[in-house]
């Protein structure tokens, strides 16, 4: 099993910045692939980014390819969202995920654990 815990949501406006975190506890963290997805009230759940499990490859969504960027401390049993220029649309629940599969990466189906989210609204 394991469990993971997302911080770092809360109100920023337009253009500006967040840093969510995921913190994991239970299976060995670098024994598995983290991903972060978000859901817009109305809205499925989407992929936003993957992570390996050392963190030498990550995968994005178009909508925040070169905007966002994950990363992981494996010392630290955390996984990082690092958001800049926020848009508006970018307001929806964030969750971590974890995976112990390699393909299909952006499907919410390959994860086996999530987080509870942590919610990011962008003001205009």
């Known amino acids: 099993q394991v469990q993971l815990v997302e911080s770092g949501g809360g109100l920023v406006q337009a253009g500006g910045s967040l840093r969510l975190s995921c913190a994991a506890s239970?299976?060995?963290?670098?024994?598995?692939?983290m991903g972060w997805f978000r859901q817009a009230p109305g809205k499925e759940r989407e992929f936003v980014a993957h992570i390996n499990w050392s963190g030498s490859n990550t995968y994005y969504a178009d909508s925040v390819n070169g905007r966002f960027t994950i990363s992981r401390d494996n010392a630290k049993n955390t996984v990082y969202l690092q958001m800049n220029r926020l848009k508006p649309e970018d307001t929806a629940v964030y969750y971590c995920?974890?995976?112990?599969?390699?393909?299909?990466?952006?499907?919410?189906?390959?994860?086996?654990?999530w987080g509870q989210g942590t919610q990011v609204t962008v003001s205009s």
């Open positions: 239970g299976r060995p963290f670098s024994s598995y692939a």
């Open positions: 995920a974890a995976t112990l599969y390699v393909d299909y990466v952006s499907q919410t189906t390959t994860y086996d654990w």
